[in-house]
């Protein structure tokens, strides 16, 4: 009963606080920061103007674990109280305008601010931030509510030599013993999620919208070869989105900043995405895993999600689903209608196989997966479009977002709107895709099937199979469907779910006498066993322009042929492959276990391996080499302390991987003994973490 009590307490304070909020409009804050990298410390001043609504004797920020020096309300100090994660001041406070509260503060955020360690040399060489789901109020007191919408300006004071990305227009920036302040300033309001920065050693190339929009893409100066394939498109899709939407890009400037080890792919920041650098790729890599997708959908962002704003959680389709939507119809401008029904039909499947384990999802529901929200989400568009026309489609996203603009809304709102803009009722549409749990698979088929013809090919053959039993039949009829397509999407989708044993000589035939690089990717991908007439040809993919090709095509043709595998380790010795070093990792593991290949450099090649389980390396790099060196000869003590080290990560799917390999392990008493002797050489977390395990 006690704590029942205290909950109910805390929830009628905490709501209180909203209430009382809602009676303030925090106009706009200008921000100065500073920080300290050795402490891994934010000390900073925020000015708040805030105009008071009605009367109110309380106002609030959120402001995690923070030590708060001066505190002035009108160029006056100021009592104030921290209580939980808030600072609180209670004074009573009669209507007025252009208020100004002022918090002068330190903090070590625990989370939100990254201090990454680029070459793991004991310099903090990059620094950035992550709001979403992580709370700006970690580094700032600022707001966790999405409805406070904010126009925020930011200085930063850093070392010289480095460059510091911020949200809005760079004003001026001002250098003063070995220190340059950055000046940045926003024109609209946000909200406090979206405020971001980003320090490190980059340069930039500066591209112009169409419409003439500054677009800024940073990346490393070592990297000045992979600028063009990794943002490639990039002016293409700009232009795009803004004559899609049909709304003009809201805010001052776009810039793109990679980072070391982000948490997700990337992050709509206002007018700043930050992104992975696992997708700063060079031209071959582009066929492999490009960022086309990733760019298109963080871009679309900054108006659904940024201009226009969720309520709550129960909104969050009007992010992600939209931005996944309208990402998918930059890739169908660049890449093809085919490109685009095809992708389209991999999402539902994906759905289809989701909800078939009875995990259908209302997209509503505020603890709906990313693939509901994203996937399904994408889907709820595609299918509303297609019922209400393309004409009141596009009048009704302009509508919502003229109308709710700097704002914040509801399913129920952007419903509204389409409805007025449609002339018909959506109460059938809101209940199959909004609140409804189910994919409609039907529903889905039947426009797949309408809108292309390799689709309804690909499902006129499904079934046909369906109905016999003949195997030399069914080789036939597939084989016939292959050669007289012209779909690469097609002929690569039959490849990849068609059982071995229906896949004919005159496929493969077809196949390696093709110069599609997705068609015989598919190939070295789907093929286990290779046919023995068709060695030579299989060897030819290890030429091949995609680095997942070469790689599935060296494994597979190393285990096939014992007696050529230090030809196909001589033909690939160079290769390095995609940013994770998926081809050089396996060659170093394949040639260490290959007999009497360069013994001599046996010692050289594991050191290589063993290498890439160190902090300087990104987790994917890392997360591979751990598993070849656990497959192959085992962890050496060096690598038991880089894995001790991935057990305090960040990034929770790194960190999650590494404690699961810590336990796998210590059922084997050699490593039990080896980690016990090597605790002290770890850190306070680590060591904690690992005896812990003991």
Same mark, same amino acid.
């Given at each position: 009963?006690? #704590?029942? #009590?205290?909950?109910?307490?805390?929830?009628?304070?905490?709501?209180?606080?909203?209430?009382?909020?809602?009676?303030?409009?925090?106009? +706009?804050?200008?921000?100065?920061?500073?920080?300290?990298?050795?402490?891994?410390?934010?000390?900073?001043?925020?000015?708040? %103007?805030?105009?008071?609504?009605?009367?109110?004797?309380?106002?609030?920020?959120?402001?995690?674990?923070?030590?708060?020096?001066?505190?002035?309300?009108?160029? &006056?100090?100021?009592?104030?109280?921290?209580?939980?994660?808030?600072?609180?001041?209670?004074?009573?406070?009669?209507?007025?305008?252009?208020?100004?509260?002022?918090?002068?503060?330190?903090?070590?955020?625990?989370?939100?601010?990254?201090?990454?360690?680029?070459?793991?040399?004991?310099?903090?060489?990059?620094?950035?931030?992550?709001?979403?789901?992580?709370?700006?109020?970690?580094?700032?007191?600022?707001?966790?509510?999405?409805?406070? &919408?904010?126009?925020?300006?930011?200085?930063?004071?850093?070392? +010289?030599?480095?460059?510091?990305?911020?949200?809005?227009?760079?004003?001026?920036?001002?250098?003063?013993?070995?220190?340059?302040?950055?000046?940045?300033?926003?024109?609209?309001?946000?909200?406090?999620?979206?405020?971001?920065?980003?320090?490190?050693?980059?340069?930039?190339?500066?591209?112009?919208?169409?419409?003439?929009?500054?677009?800024?893409?940073?990346?490393?100066?070592?990297?000045?070869?992979?600028?063009?394939?990794?943002?490639? =498109?990039?002016?293409?899709?700009?232009?795009?989105?803004?004559?899609?939407?049909?709304?003009? =890009?809201?805010?001052?400037?776009?810039?793109?900043?990679?980072?070391?080890?982000?948490?997700?792919?990337?992050?709509?920041?206002?007018?700043?995405? #930050?992104?992975?650098?696992?997708?700063?790729?060079?031209?071959?890599?582009?066929?492999?895993?490009?960022?086309?997708?990733?760019?298109?959908?963080?871009?679309?962002?900054?108006?659904?999600?940024?201009?226009?704003?969720?309520?709550?959680?129960?909104?969050?389709?009007?992010?992600?689903?939209?931005?996944?939507?309208?990402?998918?119809?930059?890739?169908?401008?660049?890449?093809?209608?085919?490109?685009?029904?095809? &992708?389209?039909?991999?999402?539902?499947?994906?759905?289809?196989?989701?909800?078939?384990?009875?995990?259908?999802?209302?997209?509503?529901?505020?603890?709906?997966?990313?693939?509901?929200?994203?996937?399904?989400?994408?889907?709820?568009? $595609?299918?509303?479009?297609?019922?209400?026309?393309?004409?009141?489609?596009?009048?009704?996203?302009?509508?919502?977002?003229?109308?709710?603009?700097?704002?914040?809304?509801?399913?129920?709102?952007?419903?509204? $709107?389409?409805? $007025?803009?449609?002339?018909?009722?959506?109460?059938?549409?809101?209940?199959?895709?909004?609140?409804?749990?189910?994919?409609?698979?039907?529903?889905?088929?039947?426009?797949?099937?309408?809108?292309?013809?390799?689709?309804?090919?690909?499902?006129?053959?499904?079934?046909?199979?369906?109905?016999?039993?003949?195997?030399?039949?069914?080789?036939?009829?597939?084989?016939?469907?292959?050669?007289?397509?012209?779909?690469?999407?097609?002929?690569?989708?039959?490849?990849?779910?068609?059982?071995?044993?229906?896949?004919?000589?005159?496929?493969?035939?077809?196949?390696?006498?093709?110069?599609?690089?997705?068609?015989?990717?598919?190939?070295?991908?789907?093929?286990?066993?290779?046919?023995?007439?068709?060695?030579?040809?299989?060897?030819?993919?290890?030429?091949?322009?995609?680095?997942?090709?070469?790689?599935? /095509?060296?494994?597979?043709?190393?285990?096939?042929?014992?007696?050529?595998?230090?030809?196909?380790?001589?033909?690939?010795?160079?290769?390095?492959?995609?940013?994770?070093?998926?081809?050089?990792?396996?060659?170093?593991?394949?040639?260490?276990?290959?007999?009497?290949?360069?013994?001599?450099?046996?010692?050289? =090649?594991?050191?290589?391996?063993?290498?890439?389980?160190?902090?300087?390396?990104?987790?994917?790099?890392?997360?591979?080499?751990?598993?070849?060196?656990?497959?192959?000869?085992?962890?050496?003590?060096?690598?038991?302390?880089?894995?001790?080290?991935?057990?305090?990560?960040?990034?929770?799917?790194?960190?999650?991987?590494?404690?699961?390999?810590?336990?796998?392990?210590? &059922?084997? %008493?050699?490593?039990?003994?080896?980690?016990? /002797?090597?605790?002290?050489?770890?850190?306070?977390?680590?060591?904690?973490?690992?005896?812990?395990?003991?």
């Amino acid at each position: 009963m006690r #704590i029942i #009590i205290i909950t109910f307490i805390f929830l009628l304070h905490f709501n209180s606080f909203s209430q009382v909020q809602e009676k303030i409009d925090f106009k +706009k804050a200008d921000i100065s920061i500073h920080i300290a990298t050795k402490e891994k410390e934010v000390k900073g001043k925020v000015v708040y %103007e805030f105009d008071v609504l009605q009367e109110v004797d309380t106002i609030f920020l959120d402001a995690k674990k923070m030590n708060f020096t001066s505190v002035t309300l009108n160029n &006056k100090k100021v009592k104030f109280n921290i209580e939980d994660d808030f600072i609180i001041i209670h004074k009573k406070f009669k209507k007025s305008v252009k208020n100004k509260l002022s918090v002068n503060y330190s903090v070590k955020p625990k989370q939100t601010v990254y201090f990454i360690d680029v070459n793991n040399n004991s310099t903090i060489d990059q620094i950035w931030t992550q709001g979403q789901g992580k709370y700006t109020s970690y580094w700032l007191p600022s707001f966790d509510d999405m409805n406070e &919408k904010v126009e925020f300006d930011l200085s930063i004071t850093f070392d +010289k030599e480095y460059a510091v990305v911020a949200n809005g227009k760079l004003k001026q920036k001002k250098e003063l013993n070995e220190k340059i302040t950055w000046f940045f300033d926003m024109e609209k309001p946000m909200s406090s999620y979206l405020l971001a920065f980003a320090i490190g050693k980059y340069t930039s190339k500066q591209i112009t919208s169409l419409s003439g929009v500054p677009i800024d893409l940073y990346y490393y100066p070592n990297d000045s070869s992979k600028v063009e394939p990794t943002y490639r =498109y990039s002016k293409q899709i700009f232009d795009f989105l803004e004559n899609e939407i049909g709304v003009a =890009y809201p805010w001052q400037n776009y810039k793109q900043i990679p980072v070391k080890d982000f948490l997700y792919a990337g992050m709509e920041n206002t007018s700043a995405t #930050i992104f992975s650098d696992a997708y700063f790729i060079d031209s071959t890599a582009f066929i492999d895993k490009n960022y086309v997708n990733v760019n298109a959908h963080e871009l679309a962002h900054q108006w659904f999600g940024n201009l226009v704003t969720e309520v709550d959680g129960n909104s969050h389709w009007l992010h992600e689903g939209f931005a996944t939507y309208y990402a998918l119809l930059a890739e169908k401008e660049i890449f093809g209608d085919e490109y685009f029904y095809w &992708k389209l039909f991999d999402s539902a499947e994906s759905l289809i196989k989701a909800f078939q384990n009875n995990n259908g999802e209302a997209l509503r529901d505020d603890k709906a997966s990313s693939l509901t929200f994203y996937e399904k989400g994408a889907w709820a568009l $595609v299918m509303l479009k297609n019922e209400i026309g393309e004409e009141a489609f596009n009048t009704g996203i302009k509508t919502y977002l003229d109308k709710y603009k700097y704002k914040n809304v509801t399913i129920r709102n952007f419903l509204d $709107v389409m409805e $007025v803009a449609s002339g018909k009722s959506l109460k059938d549409f809101e209940a199959e895709w909004i609140t409804g749990t189910k994919f409609p698979i039907k529903v889905v088929a039947e426009y797949l099937i309408n809108k292309s013809e390799s689709l309804a090919t690909g499902f006129e053959l499904k079934n046909e199979l369906r109905k016999l039993d003949d195997v030399a039949v069914k080789k036939q009829i597939i084989t016939s469907t292959f050669k007289t397509s012209k779909s690469i999407y097609l002929k690569k989708n039959i490849i990849l779910n068609t059982p071995k044993e229906l896949l004919s000589d005159e496929i493969l035939k077809s196949v390696f006498a093709s110069n599609d690089v997705l068609v015989r990717q598919a190939i070295a991908i789907a093929v286990d066993e290779i046919p023995e007439n068709f060695q030579t040809d299989f060897k030819s993919l290890l030429n091949d322009e995609s680095y997942i090709t070469v790689e599935n /095509a060296l494994y597979k043709l190393w285990a096939a042929n014992p007696e050529q595998r230090k030809t196909y380790l001589n033909t690939t010795k160079d290769v390095i492959g995609l940013p994770n070093k998926n081809i050089r990792l396996l060659w170093l593991a394949l040639a260490l276990i290959t007999e009497d290949y360069n013994s001599l450099k046996t010692k050289e =090649y594991f050191d290589e391996l063993e290498s890439y389980t160190d902090p300087k390396y990104n987790t994917e790099i890392r997360q591979a080499a751990f598993q070849y060196l656990q497959q192959t000869f085992g962890l050496t003590d060096t690598s038991l302390i880089n894995l001790a080290n991935a057990t305090e990560h960040h990034s929770w799917q790194f960190k999650k991987f590494a404690r699961n390999l810590v336990k796998e392990l210590l &059922k084997d %008493e050699d490593y039990k003994n080896r980690f016990s /002797a090597l605790a002290e050489q770890l850190n306070k977390e680590e060591m904690e973490y690992i005896k812990s395990q003991l």
